[in-house]
């Protein structure tokens, strides 16, 4: 069942963090991008679980998952290698 009045704050939120979103994520900001895509199903009664970013596609690292976003070209380490050699 939808519930207009959740479904505006959800919606105010994650319009906050998506005009606001570091360019490498955290995993700690997966999982709050996560909360934000529940927030919205809860709030439409609708499956939105497509939306959610999924584990295979986060490489765990001791700082940071690697997803990098706006179209941001990753360099890999052997073309970063590469690069200081030439």
């Given amino acids: 069942m ?3 009045k959740k479904w ?3 919606c105010i ?9 570091p360019p490498w994520i955290k995993t700690a900001e997966v999982a709050y991008y996560h909360e934000l895509v529940s927030a919205l199903e809860e709030a439409s009664g609708e499956d939105l679980s497509h939306f959610k970013i999924p ?7 001791d700082w940071m998952a690697s ?3 706006h ?10 290698k590469l690069s200081q050699i030439a």
């Fill in 2 to 4: 939808f519930d207009e």
């Fill in 8 to 10: 505006s704050i959800a």
């Fill in 13 to 21: 939120k994650f319009k906050a963090y998506y005009g606001n979103v």
């Fill in 55 to 61: 584990a295979e596609r986060v490489r765990r690292r």
């Fill in 67 to 69: 997803i990098p976003l």
């Fill in 71 to 80: 179209g941001m070209k990753v360099q890999s380490d052997s073309q970063r």
